[in-house]
């Protein structure tokens, strides 16, 4: 488990950048890479999602898809190629994203799936996920948690690596 306290936008994108590297540098698995973000509204989902964006090299601008659901965007490197952003707030059951086609996205191994209220698909999500929990420290101070259920993946900035976990 990582914890980390961003301080303001920009910390909290910059760390989503330093993320992004990380999974870019650990390549895909057997499987799509699915990131679940947990947090109240405006405790830094999005905005971390802004730097892991930028992080993966994309220059299209990131926005919540609360209304649209999903949205692909293409990612320009050899070892991955979509990063879909979800967002489940308006979701009520597993079935609905099942019928959105979720299943196909998380086999592809060069799919990096990102998912705002993974809560309200947890029957679904993968077990190798990576769960994210943003808090509200206060107004511009956020705490991040990162957790990987099957792994843990022991980031620091600047380092990655999977490790059994007992």
Not at 28 to 42: F, R
Not at 49 to 65: C, E, T, W, Y
Request: positive net charge; glycine residues 8%.
């Amino acid at each position: 488990m990582k914890k980390s306290i961003t301080k303001s936008v920009r910390q909290t994108q910059k760390l989503g950048h330093r993320f992004a590297k990380e999974i870019l540098a650990l390549g895909p698995g057997k499987s799509a890479a699915v990131l679940g973000l947990q947090g109240d509204l405006g405790a830094g989902k999005t905005t971390f999602l802004q730097g892991f964006a930028r992080g993966l090299g994309l220059k299209d601008i990131v926005n919540s898809p609360t209304f649209v659901i999903m949205r692909r965007f293409t990612i320009y490197d050899l070892r991955f190629k979509n990063l879909y952003h979800i967002d489940c707030y308006r979701i009520h059951s597993a079935k609905e994203m099942l019928n959105l086609g979720f299943e196909e996205i998380i086999k592809n191994p060069k799919n990096i799936v990102a998912i705002e209220w993974p809560e309200n698909i947890k029957k679904i999500l993968p077990k190798s996920s990576i769960l994210i929990t943003f808090k509200h420290l206060d107004s511009t101070t956020r705490g991040l948690t990162i957790k990987k259920e099957k792994y843990m993946l022991q980031w620091q900035y600047g380092t990655a690596k999977k490790i059994n976990h007992h």
